[in-house]
């Protein structure tokens, strides 16, 4: 059901069209895709095997949003400002140029695509992909390993996305096996990354959306409005390869400091996933520091 529905809705002309959304330069087929052919299928697949309590467990991770404030700001700031940081070492004077000349359009572009891709599309993408499959393949499998499976079926499910952004038809199947796997190893990094991080969070899969839309709003609106002038490489460096860069460093540190673990508790997942104690902080590495204070323990 996901590979169809999103191969159907690629192939209705107007759904490809990016200027049917009047605050949003996103095609309506990233949105209906996400939603009727990710979210949907997950919640449907839950209910028959697991019935209303496996729907409301799956739901309960999709909002939960009680968590750390340090995760929000890990969430919405990691990729965009690593990806500044890098862009201001390579092109030094002329990227302050830019975003002096065009920082209002923060607001009148870059945060109203980001909305909408956490409203319309990447959480419900992350419903499926982390909620659904990617949860359970780390029951099964362990963090790292079902980091890198998952990456399998999220590759494929981009293809129509890549047909139709980068105009390869069949006829060009090649050089579009070609872009597929460099995609695929990119998007290793992001899972490893979003792993480590729906398990730092209690299950979280809001905070996953979060951090996937902040990436795919950095690769897009921000790269598109910041652009540096000059020859197209250097906005495909900026807009693309940079951050790329910085999900891939994130990806090797969280792997090095968890010890390959990505903060997973094994005692977590068999209790079905519940989130962390509120009385609990969650460090790096997915160990928890009890603030339980001398009284609630006499209780």
């Known amino acids: 059901m996901v590979f169809v529905v999103n191969v159907a809705v690629a192939c209705v002309p107007v759904l490809t069209r990016n200027d049917v959304l009047p605050i949003a330069n996103m095609p309506l087929y990233g949105i209906l895709g996400p939603i009727f052919g990710v979210a949907l299928p997950a919640f449907l697949v839950v209910a028959a095997a697991a019935g209303w309590a496996g729907v409301r467990e799956l739901g309960s991770r999709c909002l939960r949003w009680r968590v750390d404030l340090r995760w929000y700001l890990v969430a919405f700031l990691s990729v965009p400002i690593g990806t500044l940081l890098c862009a201001a070492a390579v092109f030094g004077g002329a990227l302050i140029d830019v975003l002096a000349?065009?920082?209002?359009?923060?607001?009148?572009?870059?945060?109203?695509?980001?909305?909408?891709?956490?409203?319309?599309?990447?959480?419900?993408?992350?419903?499926?992909?982390?909620?659904?499959?990617?949860?359970?393949?780390?029951?099964?499998?362990?963090?790292?390993?079902?980091?890198?499976?998952?990456?399998?079926?999220?590759?494929?499910?981009?293809?129509?996305?890549?047909?139709?952004?980068?105009?390869?038809?069949?006829?060009?199947?090649?050089?579009?096996?070609?872009?597929?796997?460099?995609?695929?190893?990119?998007?290793?990094?992001?899972?490893?990354?979003?792993?480590?991080?729906?398990?730092?969070?209690?299950?979280?899969?809001?905070?996953?959306?979060?951090?996937?839309?902040?990436?795919?709003?950095?690769?897009?609106?921000?790269?598109?409005?910041?652009?540096?002038?000059?020859?197209?490489?250097?906005?495909?460096?900026?807009?693309?390869?940079?951050?790329?860069?910085?999900?891939?460093?994130?990806?090797?540190?969280?792997?090095?400091?968890?010890h390959g673990r990505l903060a997973f508790r094994t005692e977590a997942a068999s209790l079905g996933r519940q989130p962390s104690s509120p009385a609990q902080k969650v460090s790096l590495d997915g160990s928890s520091h009890s603030q339980v204070t001398a009284k609630e323990r006499a209780l």
């Open 101 to 258: 000349a065009r920082w209002t359009q923060l607001f009148t572009n870059v945060l109203p695509q980001l909305v909408v891709l956490i409203v319309f599309a990447i959480v419900a993408e992350e419903i499926g992909f982390m909620g659904f499959l990617q949860a359970r393949w780390q029951d099964r499998f362990g963090p790292l390993k079902a980091s890198v499976l998952v990456t399998v079926p999220f590759a494929l499910y981009h293809v129509p996305n890549l047909m139709v952004e980068s105009h390869l038809g069949f006829s060009k199947i090649f050089l579009l096996l070609a872009y597929l796997t460099i995609l695929a190893v990119l998007q290793m990094f992001g899972r490893i990354v979003m792993m480590w991080l729906y398990n730092v969070t209690g299950s979280s899969v809001l905070l996953v959306g979060l951090w996937h839309s902040s990436f795919d709003a950095t690769t897009t609106a921000f790269g598109r409005t910041f652009a540096i002038a000059g020859p197209v490489w250097k906005a495909e460096l900026a807009g693309f390869w940079m951050p790329s860069a910085v999900v891939a460093v994130l990806a090797v540190l969280v792997v090095v400091l968890t």
